[in-house]
C-alpha cells in the first residue's frame, strides 16, 4: 500500500479532500496520513498531492508484514514472552538477562 | 409517600426516617422499592418494602440516592440531571438521540450478525491471521529451498551428460523428476496459502472498518454528551454555588460543636455536598433515598432538598 504523510496544514486539507472524493483508494485514514491501495489511481493522487505540496508530502510504499518471513524466531518468542511475564513491572533488560532472549542492544544492531 | 416495612408497619409523609431502626432496610432496598414498577404483582403479603410514591422521573436515576452511583460525580453530570429533571434540554439533545440511536443500532446489529453466521464468517482473530501468515512464510521457504535443488540437479545432469556418464545422468535425472514434482506442489501449496492469507486479510479489514465506524460515533456521542453537560454547568452554576452556600450555613448550624463549619469551596469538592445541592435544584417527584450524615432527621433533609425523603442508613446497615 501506499502511505501518504502529510507536514502541514494546507497539505492535510488537501488529503482530506481526496481522501473524501476519492473514497475507493482510500484503505485507511490516520489523522493526518492515510493509507492508499496501491492502483495507479492512487499513485496519480498521492503524486499530486506531492507535487503541490512538496516536502510536506511523504509517500512510502509499505507491504504486509509476515512476522514468519521477516522476522528470527527469537525476537518472536522474546515478545511473546515478554508479553506473559508474570509481574507487569519487569522491564525487558532484567526479564531478558540470564536467558536466550535476545538484548534490546542486540536486536538493536541486528537489521531485519 | 406511603411506605409499608416488611413487617406490615406503615409510615406516610413526605420525611420518613428509617436510619435509627428498629428496620434492617438498606438504602439499595429502599432505591428498588421506590423504582419498582407500581403493579399488580406488589400485592399486600408481607415481607417486601413497598413504597406508595409517584412514579421516578427524569433526572431520577442519577439524583435517586445519595451518595450517588458514581463516587465522584462532576458537576457536569449531576447537573445534567438537574436539568433532565426540570425538562431542559440541551442545544444537542436531538443530535445526541440521534447518535445514541445509530450506536444502539450498530450494537444490535452486530450482535445478530456474530449470532447469525458464526460458521460462515471468516474467522478473523489475530490467532487465525497468524496461523495463516506463518503457512504462507513456511511454504515459501519450502518453494525456495526446493528450487534451489532443482537447479543443483539440473547442474549434475548437464555434467554427468557433458562426461558421458549415462547411468549417472538417468539417476540424476529421475531424482530431478521427482524433486520438480515436489516443488510444482509446493508451489501450488504456497499459492493457495497466499490466496487464504489475502481473503483473511480482506475480512479483517472490513471488521476494522466497522471498529473504526463504531469508535468514531462512539467519540461523537462523548463530545456530544460533554457539550450537554458543559451547557447545564453553565445554565445552573449560579444556582449550584447557591446551592452550596446554603448547605455551608445549614451544616454550620447543624454541628454547633466539633469541627469548623465548612466552607462553599471545600463542600465544592465533596461528592456527597455536590449531589445534596443538585438535588436541591432538581425536580424530583419520587423520593430522594438518603444515606449520609449531613442531616440530623430526615424532615430537615427534606425541607432543604425540597424534595420527599427516606432517609436510611448506609447500604446492608
Given at each position: 500500500?501506499?502511505?501518504?504523510v502529510?507536514?502541514?496544514?494546507?497539505?492535510?486539507?488537501?488529503?482530506?479532500?481526496i481522501?473524501?472524493?476519492?473514497?475507493?483508494v482510500?484503505?485507511?485514514?490516520?489523522?493526518?496520513?492515510?493509507?492508499?491501495?496501491?492502483?495507479?489511481?492512487?499513485?496519480?493522487?498521492a503524486?499530486?498531492?506531492?507535487?503541490?505540496?512538496d516536502?510536506?508530502?511523504q509517500i512510502?510504499?509499505?507491504?504486509?508484514?509476515?512476522?514468519?518471513?521477516?522476522?528470527?524466531?527469537t525476537?518472536?518468542?522474546?515478545?511473546?514472552?515478554?508479553?506473559d511475564?508474570?509481574?507487569?513491572?519487569?522491564p525487558?533488560?532484567?526479564?531478558?538477562?540470564?536467558t536466550?532472549?535476545?538484548?534490546?542492544?542486540?536486536?538493536?544492531?541486528?537489521?531485519? | 409517600?406511603?411506605?409499608?416495612?416488611?413487617?406490615?408497619?406503615?409510615?406516610?409523609g413526605?420525611?420518613?426516617?428509617?436510619?435509627?431502626?428498629?428496620?434492617?432496610?438498606?438504602?439499595?432496598?429502599?432505591?428498588?422499592?421506590?423504582?419498582?414498577?407500581?403493579?399488580?404483582?406488589?400485592?399486600?403479603?408481607?415481607?417486601?418494602?413497598?413504597?406508595?410514591?409517584?412514579q421516578p422521573?427524569?433526572?431520577?436515576d442519577?439524583l435517586?440516592?445519595?451518595p450517588?452511583?458514581?463516587s465522584?460525580?462532576?458537576?457536569?453530570w449531576?447537573?445534567?440531571?438537574?436539568?433532565?429533571?426540570?425538562?431542559?434540554?440541551?442545544?444537542?439533545?436531538?443530535?445526541?438521540?440521534?447518535?445514541?440511536a445509530?450506536?444502539?443500532e450498530r450494537?444490535?446489529?452486530?450482535?445478530?450478525?456474530?449470532?447469525?453466521?458464526?460458521?460462515?464468517?471468516?474467522?478473523?482473530?489475530?490467532?487465525?491471521?497468524?496461523?495463516?501468515?506463518?503457512?504462507?512464510?513456511a511454504?515459501g521457504e519450502?518453494?525456495?529451498?526446493?528450487?534451489?535443488r532443482?537447479?543443483t540437479l539440473?547442474?549434475?545432469?548437464?555434467?554427468?551428460?557433458?562426461?558421458?556418464?549415462?547411468?549417472?545422468?538417468?539417476?540424476?535425472?529421475?531424482?530431478?523428476?521427482?524433486?520438480?514434482?515436489?516443488?510444482?506442489?509446493?508451489?501450488?501449496?504456497?499459492?493457495?496459502?497466499?490466496?487464504r492469507l489475502s481473503?483473511?486479510?480482506?475480512?479483517?479489514?472490513?471488521?476494522?472498518?466497522?471498529?473504526?465506524?463504531?469508535?468514531?460515533?462512539?467519540?461523537?456521542?462523548?463530545?456530544?454528551?460533554?457539550?450537554?453537560?458543559a451547557?447545564?454547568?453553565?445554565?445552573?452554576?449560579?444556582?449550584?454555588?447557591?446551592?452550596?452556600?446554603?448547605l455551608?450555613?445549614?451544616?454550620?448550624?447543624?454541628?454547633?460543636?466539633?469541627?469548623?463549619?465548612?466552607?462553599?469551596?471545600?463542600?465544592?469538592s465533596?461528592?456527597?455536598?455536590?449531589?445534596?445541592?443538585?438535588?436541591?435544584?432538581?425536580?424530583?417527584?419520587?423520593?430522594v433515598?438518603?444515606?449520609?450524615?449531613?442531616f440530623?432527621?430526615?424532615?430537615?433533609?427534606?425541607?432543604?432538598?425540597?424534595a420527599?425523603?427516606?432517609?436510611?442508613?448506609?447500604?446492608?446497615?
Open positions: 500500500m501506499l502511505l501518504v502529510t507536514y502541514s496544514q494546507a497539505a492535510r486539507t488537501t488529503l482530506r479532500n481522501c473524501r472524493t476519492h473514497d475507493e482510500v484503505a485507511r485514514r490516520l489523522g493526518r496520513a492515510a493509507l492508499f491501495d496501491e492502483t495507479e489511481l492512487a499513485a496519480f493522487l503524486l499530486r498531492l506531492r507535487e503541490k505540496h516536502e510536506a508530502v512510502e510504499r509499505t507491504e504486509p508484514f509476515n512476522e514468519f518471513a521477516a522476522v528470527p524466531d525476537v518472536r518468542e522474546a515478545a511473546a514472552a515478554y508479553e511475564r508474570e509481574s507487569p513491572a519487569t525487558y533488560s532484567k526479564f531478558a538477562s540470564g536466550d532472549h535476545p538484548s534490546a542492544a542486540e536486536m538493536q544492531r541486528r537489521e531485519l | 409517600m406511603r411506605l409499608r416495612l416488611p413487617d406490615g408497619t406503615v409510615r406516610e413526605p420525611a420518613i426516617d428509617l436510619a435509627d431502626g428498629p428496620f434492617d432496610v438498606g438504602a439499595a432496598e429502599v432505591v428498588a422499592a421506590i423504582r419498582a414498577d407500581d403493579g399488580d404483582d406488589g400485592d399486600d403479603a408481607t415481607g417486601a418494602l413497598r413504597i406508595d410514591c409517584p422521573g427524569p433526572g431520577h442519577r435517586g440516592r445519595i450517588v452511583s458514581k465522584t460525580p462532576s458537576r457536569g449531576l447537573l445534567a440531571a438537574v436539568g433532565r429533571s426540570r425538562g431542559l434540554r440541551s442545544p444537542v439533545a436531538d443530535d445526541l438521540a440521534r447518535l445514541e445509530k450506536l444502539a450494537r444490535d446489529r452486530a450482535a445478530e450478525e456474530s449470532e447469525a453466521d458464526e460458521r460462515e464468517r471468516a474467522d478473523t482473530s489475530a490467532a487465525a491471521l497468524r496461523e495463516a501468515r506463518r503457512r504462507v512464510a511454504a519450502d518453494e525456495s529451498r526446493l528450487r534451489e532443482v537447479a539440473r547442474g549434475r545432469v548437464n555434467a554427468h551428460r557433458d562426461a558421458g556418464d549415462d547411468e549417472a545422468t538417468e539417476t540424476a535425472q529421475s531424482e530431478l523428476v521427482a524433486v520438480a514434482t515436489e516443488l510444482s506442489e509446493v508451489e501450488t501449496e504456497r499459492v493457495a496459502a497466499e490466496q481473503a483473511l486479510e480482506r475480512a479483517a479489514r472490513t471488521e476494522r472498518d466497522s471498529r473504526e465506524a463504531r469508535l468514531k460515533l462512539e467519540d461523537a456521542v462523548k463530545n456530544r454528551r460533554r457539550e450537554a453537560r451547557y447545564f454547568a453553565a445554565e445552573l452554576g449560579d444556582e449550584f454555588e447557591a446551592a452550596l452556600r446554603s455551608a450555613s445549614v451544616s454550620a448550624t447543624a454541628t454547633p460543636s466539633g469541627g469548623s463549619p465548612d466552607e462553599p469551596s471545600d463542600l465544592a465533596d461528592p456527597v455536598a455536590c449531589a445534596l445541592a443538585a438535588v436541591r435544584l432538581a425536580d424530583l417527584s419520587a423520593p433515598v438518603v444515606s449520609c450524615g449531613r440530623s432527621d430526615a424532615e430537615a433533609a427534606a425541607n432543604w432538598l425540597d420527599s425523603v427516606v432517609r436510611c442508613r448506609p447500604n446492608g446497615g
